[in-house]
């Protein structure tokens, strides 16, 4: 069973709700043993809504919380309702520190852990910078290095070059994260970007009574939202893009500190890839559905 931390904007749109209910389903299942999820786009309703989606799927982990990350913009409806579920974190107050949370998770494990990120990279810049603690007498990056097997993100626009995407074009906040993690972070790093899953239509069916199509509804996609946080949690639970039926471009990713812009540098041996889809778009979106079905 491979061990997951998964960091999700857990922002506005719906697509981290069902990239947290397939993580849900994939614990269950014993193929990822979801350590802890860390919100990096904060906002008053974040940890407690997190919480009780987590709780209606019989899932009790540690949240992280980047407190200072405030500057994202928005106020999304499916946040106000998933507070109203039970749960045991009743405000941001109750979630670890992002940096700690990080720190704490990686340094208690025994095992490496592969990191899934679906939102704002900032968090893992910062981790990046993060001195010796009480957890671990290592640096971020010599951290990262001994305890991190891999870093799948869904970030990035890798059909143009450059290209630009919400996820490091946010603000100047995932801009500066972006160009950190491209070019310090010490694993290698697979990318599905913006291209992958915008055309992949997913979600559309569901019961009225689950708190997913709640959440799916109150963003206005009832009938189905583009999969692009979804997909990359499937991409890494077969833990290789062919397995996945995508094939990989390999090279050097960056991106610009100032304009969020990515670029990327084809190596045949570099540290990074990014996805492309060999099937069409009905496979990922059957795929996707199915994944999303509670267990």
Not at 86 to 95: E, G, L
């Amino acid at each position: 069973m491979r061990k997951v931390i998964l960091g999700s904007d857990w922002w506005t749109d719906c697509d981290d709700v069902m990239a947290v209910r397939i993580l849900c389903n994939l614990h269950k299942q014993g193929i990822f043993e979801l350590l802890g999820i860390c919100i990096n786009a904060c906002m008053s309703d974040s940890v407690r809504s997190l919480g009780g989606f987590l709780a209606s799927n019989d899932i009790d982990i540690p949240l992280g919380l980047d407190a200072e990350a405030v500057d994202f913009g928005g106020y999304p409806p499916y946040q106000v309702n998933l507070a109203k579920l039970p749960s045991r974190f009743k405000n941001n107050s109750d979630a670890e520190e992002a940096v700690q949370f990080y720190r704490h998770l990686l340094a208690g494990s025994a095992d490496k852990v592969s990191l899934l990120e679906i939102g704002y990279p900032q968090v893992l810049g910062n981790l990046l910078d993060s001195p010796p603690d009480e957890f671990s007498p290592l640096n971020g990056i010599d951290l990262v290095r001994e305890k991190v097997e891999h870093l799948w993100m869904m970030a990035g626009k890798w059909d143009d070059n450059p290209g630009r995407e919400n996820n490091f074009a946010r603000n100047q906040r995932a801009a500066i994260g972006g160009a950190k993690v491209c070019s310090q972070w010490p694993t290698a790093i697979t990318f599905l970007g913006f291209e992958v899953g915008f055309d992949v239509i997913s979600g559309g069916n569901l019961p009225a009574d689950d708190p997913l199509y709640q959440a799916m509804s109150d963003h206005g996609s009832a009938s189905g939202r583009s999969s692009w946080d979804p997909m990359l949690i499937l991409l890494a639970a077969a833990g290789s893009p062919e397995k996945a039926a995508y094939r990989s471009i390999y090279g050097k990713a960056s991106v610009d500190p100032q304009s969020g812009y990515n670029s990327f540098t084809e190596q045949p041996t570099g540290p990074h890839r990014f996805v492309i889809k060999e099937r069409d778009n009905a496979f990922y979106q059957q795929a996707v559905n199915n994944a999303l079905i509670p267990v």
